[in-house]
Every structure is written in structure tokens, then in C-alpha cells.
């Protein structure tokens, strides 16, 4: 199984994308998805989290501007971003944590530029 993260592309500071993360099939014991993203030279980070009986929990850094949600039954996790600022600019990933092994997603070139 694989996953494949989409949705990134160019947009101007203050503006929003939807990112999507696709399985190739289905993944069963589910207890985590995730959203990381990776800036040129940095550390791989830590955004988003929805736990399998749905709370979710953000990084300081994007809360109150991005928004996990999930649908169980495609498999399929999304993160909603708004107020985007030229500091979001990434390659963001999608992370599945099942009771037996993680899965990362190939990322998504988000870039935020006027």
C-alpha cells in the first residue's frame, strides 16, 4: 500500500489549499494520520494529528490556520490551509500509523510567494 499526498501548488500569502493524502488500498488497524512537512534544509516537522477516535492536535505553529479532518471509509486524510504565509512554504507529507507499521506518503510542493 502506498500513500500519495496532493493538492500543493503556488499561492499568494493569505490565501488556501486543500491537501489530500490517497491510499492505493486499504490500510485496516488505523490508529493515527498525520501531516509533516519539510522545508529546503530544515528538520522534517510535525503539523497535524487525528487520532483514530477523532481529537486532533496541531503544531503551535499552524494552529488555528490548518485543519485535519479524515474520511475513514476511503482511507483518505486532508489538511485544510488557510491564512497560508511565505514560511509554509514545504514539500508536505501524509503519515498513516497502523498497530503494526507507519506509512509515509511521497509529498506535496506547497509554495506560498507573491
Known amino acids: 500500500v502506498q500513500l500519495q499526498a496532493s493538492g500543493g501548488g503556488l499561492v499568494q500569502p493569505g490565501g488556501s489549499l486543500r491537501l489530500s493524502c490517497a491510499t492505493s488500498?486499504?490500510?485496516?488497524?488505523?490508529?493515527?494520520m498525520a501531516w509533516y512537512r519539510q522545508a529546503p534544509g530544515k528538520q522534517r516537522e510535525f503539523l497535524a494529528q487525528?487520532?483514530?477516535?477523532?481529537?486532533?492536535g496541531y503544531a503551535d505553529s499552524v494552529k488555528g490556520r490548518f485543519t485535519i479532518s479524515r474520511d475513514n471509509n476511503k482511507n483518505m486524510v486532508y489538511l485544510q490551509m488557510n491564512s497560508l504565509k511565505p514560511e509554509d512554504t514545504a514539500v508536505y507529507y501524509c503519515?498513516?500509523?497502523?498497530?503494526?507499521?507507519?506509512?509515509w506518503g511521497q509529498g506535496t510542493q506547497v509554495t506560498v510567494s507573491s
Open positions: 503519515k498513516i500509523i497502523t498497530t503494526w507499521r507507519d506509512y
Open positions: 487525528i487520532i483514530s477516535g477523532g481529537t486532533t
Open positions: 488500498g486499504r490500510i485496516s488497524g488505523i490508529t493515527l
